[in-house]
């Protein structure tokens, strides 16, 4: 058993916050007036950042192989939705840490996080907020028009996440919304509407965000408990495996719809298999996870969060070689 890494006090002088990946160029290399308000966007923790983009590339790339059409504006979209994901995560990450921080400051992995430590106050972390968001919208604007109305709607969803786990035991159903709507926004870039396809990849996507928060969350559960804060790893318990075997499974077979949704019309059978390989490579990486599931290994559940990079990284490969058979 694993116990708890010590958690570094709230007030050291470096300001480093306790769950950020070690050495991380935050703290090695950015100015220091700057580190507070990279904390606050989680540019030391660069996992959420990922976890946002890939559904968007995912959206993207089974939209070019749904009309085999791909356009010079595709590559822009591929590089908009890095910078905005990497914007947005910041900007709701700030807000998430507005509403948190007295939750925040009783919770042993984020009571050092910059407003329950003191490295920036409320109304800093507000300015900051919108700083991010009007720069997310300038890149936003570059999109056409119902891409732009889709941009606009997803803010309901990251309004609503921080207080979901006040009053429901599903708060990762709302970061599911939240961070999966790039699916359905980067489709519409490029196709220009919305279609069956990316609402399924938006369901499938839901779905491993139900799974990969689960797992992080397993890491608070006491402190959860302490404070009066839901989620599902509470909600589960002993019974997590088996809901994350359903999540997997859920995961897996929505993307493989969505594949066949999107590709049987028009697609090869070459291209359509290649597809499916994504969806099941990525299916085997949540497999592999679940196998190495322990919620008393704190420092596992945190390796086995961030190594969802990776399984959403596999479909992307399978999903390009599809464009080109």
């Known amino acids: 058993m694993t116990h708890r890494p010590a958690t570094p006090d709230a007030t050291n002088d470096e300001g480093q916050v306790a769950d950020a990946v070690r ?107 919108v700083a991010q968001a009007l720069i997310a919208f300038c890149i936003l604007l570059t999109f056409p028009v119902a891409a732009i109305v889709l941009g606009f709607i997803s803010i309901i969803p990251v309004a609503i996440y921080p207080f979901a786990k006040r009053f429901t035991w599903w708060p990762q159903v709302f970061l599911g919304l939240a961070f999966n709507w790039g699916a359905l926004m980067v489709w519409t870039a490029h196709t220009g509407s919305l279609s069956a396809a990316p609402v399924i990849l938006y369901i499938a996507g839901i779905a491993w965000t139900l799974f990969y928060d689960t797992i992080y969350a397993h890491q608070d559960k006491e402190d959860d408990a302490l404070i009066g804060v839901k989620s599902t790893a509470r909600l589960f318990m002993e019974r997590t495996p088996q809901w994350l075997a359903r999540f997997l499974i859920a995961s897996v077979a929505l993307m493989s719809l969505a594949i066949l949704v999107a590709l049987l019309p028009s697609a090869s059978p070459l291209s359509i298999v290649m597809a499916l390989a994504g969806a099941w490579a990525f299916g085997a990486h949540m497999l592999w996870q679940l196998k190495h599931y322990d919620d008393t290994d704190f420092d596992g559940l945190l390796f086995l969060f961030r190594a969802n990079r990776d399984a959403g990284l596999l479909p992307l490969p399978f999903f390009a070689a599809a464009i080109l058979l």
């Open 23 to 129: 050495g991380n160029w935050v703290d090695r290399l950015a100015p220091p007036a700057t580190r507070p308000y990279l904390r606050l966007s989680r540019a030391d923790r660069p996992i959420g950042t990922w976890l946002l983009l890939l559904p968007c590339w995912w959206g993207l790339l089974l939209a070019i192989a749904s009309d085999g059409q791909p356009r010079w504006q595709d590559l822009w979209i591929f590089v908009a939705c890095g910078l905005g994901a990497f914007l947005m995560r910041g900007a709701g990450c700030t807000w998430n840490d507005i509403t948190d921080r007295e939750f925040d400051a009783s919770v042993a992995r984020t009571r050092s996080r910059p407003i329950p430590s003191g490295q920036v106050s409320v109304k800093q972390a507000v300015a900051w907020m």
